[in-house]
């Protein structure tokens, strides 16, 4: 229960790899945290303090959860995965339906609870194709998403949802807060199974190869993404919750790499030497990178550690649950970019 004095907190989405350190980031500042999802945390137990488990398209299972106003409400539940998952075709309704479901009953249950306003967390999928076709001069400024036209069905649910959270802001008075996450990594996070990230994808390739071998690269490596480490990612999401502006923003950072320098960083890590093996697979855009402009000028904050401070950190967790899986001991779980 809630004590008079502390502040309470729902996490929809927690038993997932961003919602887990977003749980533990919000006890660490003292709040009472409820966590909500489908499953428990796969690799290690969830510090909430109540932990429910159920299915946020049901609306009557939403009515259950939000029974109370709550200080902060982040909304990071949705169908996802890697570029396996999501680029493929093969999982679009399902994404489509499911995770506009959980959006369309979180708003209204919280909108009738009088919460003042929820977090949500949207995506860089939501920009134009057409505005990241060069690897080197992607357009990822929040102004450019329209006139839309993003490169999956996923990027499309994301984008209205974006809208549903705008639309209730306007209707109902709401301060929901809206973020484009872009390729956030780090430890517990999803390493083996179809919806891994690029980074975790490679360190798993890289920890199981021996020195001397080589990995294989969906395409030419040559596709660039930048990729922030969750604890910034946590730090910006925070940071927009608690300010006067709505966005959307992106969070993410600007230090843009291609896969291959990826690769060759996490080798570097790894202290071994690779040979990269190109073969066809799902790509998405050919560049993305987030334009920080914006959270800048708004909160006076953009993300500052380095992608090898994360890398090394993930690696080095990732490398563990490999042994691990050799060792025959369960842990539970293609590729790559978003």
Not at 102 to 124: D, H, P
Not at 250 to 279: F, Y
Request: charged share 25%.
């Amino acid at each position: 229960m809630t004590t008079r004095n502390s502040r309470s907190a729902l996490v929809c989405g927690a038993g997932g790899f961003i919602g887990g350190h977003l749980v533990k980031r919000l006890k660490r500042e003292g709040f009472w945290v409820r966590g909500v999802d489908l499953k428990l945390p796969p690799f290690s137990e969830s510090q909430a303090d109540d932990f429910v488990l159920g299915d946020l398209r049901a609306q009557e299972f939403c009515r259950e959860v939000v029974d109370r106003r709550f200080d902060e409400v982040y909304q990071l539940a949705a169908d996802m995965g890697g570029a396996g998952y999501i680029f493929t075709g093969e999982h679009d309704a399902d994404v489509m339906h499911n995770s506009a479901t959980i959006n369309l009953n979180m708003l209204e249950v919280c909108q009738k609870r009088k919460i003042r306003g929820l977090f949500y967390s949207s995506s860089a999928c939501i920009y134009p194709e057409h505005n990241q076709t060069d690897p080197d001069n992607p357009n990822c400024s929040e102004e450019s998403a329209y006139p839309a036209a993003p490169d999956s069905e996923y990027g499309w649910e994301k984008l209205f949802s974006e809208r549903l959270y705008a639309a209730y802001n306007r209707n109902y008075q709401m301060r929901n807060r809206v973020a484009r996450y872009h390729n956030i990594f780090g430890p517990e996070g999803t390493w083996d199974g179809g919806k891994e990230k690029a980074p975790a994808a490679v360190c798993r390739k890289v920890a199981k190869a021996s020195n001397g071998g080589e990995i294989e690269i969906w395409g030419d490596g040559s596709q660039t993404r930048s990729f922030l480490y969750v604890d910034e990612c946590l730090e910006g999401t925070t940071r927009l919750t608690r300010s006067d502006f709505s966005g959307p923003v992106n969070i993410g950072s600007e230090e843009m790499v291609t896969i291959n320098q990826l690769v060759d960083l996490v080798s570097e890590i790894a202290g071994k030497k690779l040979t990269k093996k190109h073969i066809p697979g799902p790509l998405g855009v050919r560049g993305r990178n987030s334009d920080n402009r914006l959270i800048y000028q708004k909160l006076g904050w953009k993300p500052s550690a380095s992608l090898r401070s994360g890398l090394e950190k993930t690696y080095e967790w990732v490398e563990m649950q490999v042994r691990k899986d050799r060792g025959h001991i369960q842990v539970p779980g293609h590729e790559e970019v978003s």
